[in-house]
């Protein structure tokens, strides 16, 4: 355990990282399955918010640039193979 003020205080801050970049990318996992599971035209309309909340993890550093790129590139690709 922390013993100095400020290192009690990181411990603290990191915590508070966690738990927003943990809720930030669940909150985007399930955008993606929502966009996956509904109908194409919805699928559409809804692609750019995903690729956007995407774009702001990486941005985040939540998630690596790459995986972000792999992430969008799969869920468009998804989206257009849609019936």
């Given at each position: 355990m922390a013993n100095h003020k400020a290192t009690k205080?990181?411990?603290r801050q990191?915590?508070?990282r966690r738990e927003?970049?943990?809720?930030?990318?669940?909150?985007?996992?399930?955008?993606?399955r929502t966009l996956l599971a509904g109908e194409k035209t919805?699928?559409?309309?809804?692609?750019?918010?995903v690729v956007s909340m995407i774009d702001k993890l990486a941005k985040r550093n939540v998630i690596h640039k790459n995986k972000a790129a792999?992430?969008?590139?799969g869920v468009a690709k998804r989206v257009n193979a849609m019936a």
């Open positions: 205080k990181d411990v990191s915590e508070k927003r970049n943990r809720y930030y990318g669940k909150t985007t996992r399930n955008a993606i919805v699928a559409q309309e809804g692609l750019s918010k792999n992430l969008k590139s």
